[in-house]
């Protein structure tokens, strides 16, 4: 299957001569529900509570074997919480556990959240493709109206699976997911996480977009523009299989990108089409250029 990347023409020498790709932080897409997931209460899962109880007189403990228990039951998220907070949440636990446990890891939760939320958007990069490569929206949005430029990849291309190891949520292509819920995470789960990147408001369903999500310090080029950092990707010629010049791209950068495609050996396998607006339909059609 061939995914499509829209974008404006003034850059095709950045990505199909110098063949680098933009992965954005999540916070600079145009959606601004991006990584807004719903961090889900510990407590809902935990029932910390009823634990203490269960476990412990809370009238003869020590805030010290207290502290113990809630980094012990908090897991992972326990041993970045400092000791003095859950000496403090401890000591609070006696003999006022029911009424203030919840309420102090429904605040973490939301703490921890936000953290993780900015580590996120600080640290994976998202490379956005699309299934289509005639859609008139995305034409208009995404390639100048119509006066830019939309590149197809092989999705099956080694490029697009970097994984580490099987179980590597990261560095493989995912396709977006919609619905007309908000992604919710539960502590720190990774599923979770990386499913908040994937997932989108059903009123984006038209796009059919994938995502290729990959880790920001990978960069091969760091481009400071102003308050925006933009971090560059190399990606292999091998990779592209077409590309498809807007219906209104202007004349001379048409005949640059024909000259150039055309002349080097890189993208001998490449064909180039040319999107024209349909006589009779709302659409374009495409015209392939003769390489002679």
């Not at 890189?266 to 374009?284: D, M, Q, R």
Request: include cysteine.
């Amino acid at each position: 299957m061939k995914l499509y990347k829209y974008f404006r023409a003034y850059l095709w020498e950045k990505i199909i001569r110098d063949q680098k790709i933009r992965f954005s932080q999540p916070s600079v897409l145009n959606d601004p529900f991006e990584m807004q997931a719903i961090y889900e209460s510990l407590a809902e899962d935990l029932d910390v509570v009823t634990r203490l109880k269960d476990e412990y007189d809370l009238d003869t403990v020590t805030n010290e074997a207290l502290a113990e228990n809630f980094a012990q039951i908090l897991g992972d998220l326990g041993r970045q919480i400092p000791n003095d907070w859950l000496l403090t949440l401890a000591a609070m636990s006696r003999p006022m556990a029911p009424l203030l446990v919840n309420p102090i890891l429904d605040f973490t939760t939301a703490f921890v959240g936000r953290e993780i939320t900015k580590s996120l958007d600080n640290g994976v990069g998202v490379f956005s493709l699309s299934e289509k490569c005639d859609d008139l929206l995305m034409w208009a949005h995404y390639a100048d109206s119509h006066h830019g430029v939309v590149i197809g990849f092989e999705n099956t291309h080694p490029f697009f699976d970097q994984r580490n190891h099987d179980d590597d949520p990261f560095r493989l292509l995912k396709p977006v997911e919609y619905s007309q819920s908000r992604p919710r995470v539960k502590g720190l789960n990774l599923d979770d996480l990386v499913a908040a990147l994937t997932l989108k408001s059903e009123e984006w369903a038209y796009e059919k977009e994938w995502r290729f999500l990959q880790a920001l310090s990978l960069a091969n080029e760091i481009d400071e523009n102003g308050a925006d950092t933009i971090f560059l990707f190399d990606y292999p010629a091998d990779s592209v299989s077409e590309i498809i010049i807007g219906c209104r791209t202007d004349n001379l950068i048409r005949q640059e990108i024909i000259e150039y495609v055309f002349s080097e050996e890189l993208y001998s396998h490449v064909n180039i089409f040319l999107a024209e607006l349909s006589e009779s339909e709302f659409k374009v059609e495409l015209k392939k250029v003769d390489r002679s």
